[in-house]
């Protein structure tokens, strides 16, 4: 069975740009959640969706987006790109709304995005 | 791989060993927690959970602790071996009703020593 996979796995992007990221989770998983790890904030909950709904979100600004389609696959975007934009954006996939023992979330390997 | 935090706390133990580690949480309403491990260049991976009305869970080779009373979690490693090296992250939900809306501590790095 295939692990989530995120695409770009790198990207370079100039301050104002906008950015869009792209996950596909593992088959059959319903639930994408998005997360920003930085080495100053640590690991932080974008937001999450379910069955192309946003269930929950974070404390982010509205630069901060997303969208789930209907075969699960979901895309986050960030527009006008700040210094502080540039992390390790992680992917993570569950059959359930929220991760347990039985319905376990699952992580892509991220996409590291630099704003210079 | 990928640097996932500076100045981390670390725990160095003995292939072998048990190992603990640690975690403070803040919100007292907190209904669900989870400990996550990552490794260089790999994103996290869910280890174990517990709600908030258990005080033990135990899975395979790891325990977690709860104490609410002072909002402190812990993650006990058994035997710990060599693949057991990574930064461990605790969460807690602070989502109501239902709803998982996790808060990350900083994270803890493990390196066992063969």
């Known amino acids: 069975k295939a692990g989530v996979t995120q695409t770009p796995r790198y990207l370079i992007k100039t301050r104002g740009q906008q950015v869009t990221l792209s996950c596909s989770p593992i088959s059959g998983h319903r639930s994408v959640s998005w997360y920003q790890q930085t080495p100053g904030q640590g690991l932080q909950f974008l937001f999450e969706y379910f069955s192309e709904t946003q269930r929950n979100k974070g404390n982010f600004p509205g630069r901060f987006s997303g969208r789930q389609f209907s075969n699960s696959r979901s895309e986050m975007n960030v527009s006008t790109l700040e210094l502080g934009d540039s992390a390790l954006y992680l992917c993570?996939?569950?059959?359930?709304?929220?991760?347990?023992?039985?319905?376990?979330?699952?992580f892509g390997p991220g996409t590291r995005l630099t704003v210079t | 791989g990928e640097s996932v935090g500076l100045h981390l706390p670390t725990l160095s133990v003995q292939e072998g060993d048990n190992s603990i580690i640690n975690c403070a949480y803040s919100n007292s309403a907190s209904d669900y927690f989870i400990w996550y491990k990552q490794e260089s260049g790999k994103g996290p991976q869910f280890i174990i959970d517990i709600r908030s009305n258990m005080d033990k869970r135990q899975g395979q080779r790891v325990t977690v602790l709860l104490n609410k009373t002072v909002k402190h979690l812990s993650l006990q490693i058994a035997a710990t071996q060599p693949g057991d090296s990574a930064v461990y992250f605790c969460a807690e939900n602070i989502g109501p009703g239902g709803s998982y809306i996790p808060t990350f501590g900083r994270g803890t790095s493990l390196i066992v020593h063969p």
């Open positions: 993570a996939s569950s059959l359930a709304n929220r991760p347990t023992m039985d319905y376990e979330q699952y």
